[in-house]
């Protein structure tokens, strides 16, 4: 059977999330992410996170109806910068956008067979971190968690978080094995004290959450970082499942 890799590129890599930014996007590193996509993506789904295509608009305009419509229609502009980059580099992206593809009634819910389907039929998935149907109304979706979603029902072999640092950091260096028990130390030992930040510390608990178990790597989002993940090599951090 084909293997699958999920390869979820932060938000923090094709846009610029400095304080202040608005709708700010990384040209030249979104480039050099499609050409490295483009080089080896057979069975590839991508997930990117929304940075300052979506974070700012939240906090701008909430998410009441009107709220939620200008902050699909900023991540849909992402999306759109997204795939035809990937288009100009050959690739057969397809874009799935998250607002009209996924709900949450308890658990998150989506048609997961479409994306086997557009696998199959030779396009590449990419989802993107959106607004969606939420419990109790409109919600965030984070990319993040669509990758944990799509993980349990899809079971890849790998799984890559490309972000905007070298990995885990712990006392300034890259954890190469990250094991439960690291993470419970850095826990025990407070954030504070350590490199780790809220940010990847939650992206850390959810991986360790999921009950599928497959490799996965958390690396900095450049070209040759992401050509090894791609070509199924040990990149950044593993982390141990
Ligand atoms: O950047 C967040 O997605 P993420 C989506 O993957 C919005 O966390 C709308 C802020």
Known sequence: ??????????????????????????????????????????????????????????KKYGLNTLGASKVHLACLRLSEHFCSTL??????????????????????????????RALNSGFLPVLHGDVIFGKDGIEVLSGDDIVIHLAECIKPSRIGFATDVDG???????????????????????REKTDVTGGMLNKIRKVFSMNHRCEVFIF??????????????????????
């Open 1 to 58: 059977m084909r293997k699958i890799r999920i390869l979820k590129v932060g938000g923090s890599v094709i846009t610029d999330k400095d304080e202040g930014a608005f709708e700010k996007l990384n040209r030249d590193a979104l480039k050099e992410v499609c050409r490295a996509i483009s080089e080896s993506w057979d069975g590839l789904i991508v997930v990117h996170g929304a940075g300052s295509f979506g974070h700012p608009h939240v």
């Open 87 to 116: 288009v100009e580099f050959g690739v057969a992206a397809l874009p799935i956008h998250p607002m009209t593809f996924y709900t949450r009634t308890s658990d998150l819910e989506c048609n997961v067979e479409y994306i086997t």
């Open 168 to 190: 885990v950091l712990l006392k300034g260096k890259v954890v190469e094995r990250l094991d439960i028990e690291t993470v419970e130390r850095i826990e025990y030992e407070g």
């Open 220 to 241: 900095r989002g450049d070209y040759s970082n992401l050509k090894r993940f791609l070509k199924g090599e040990k990149v950044g951090t593993e982390v141990v499942l």
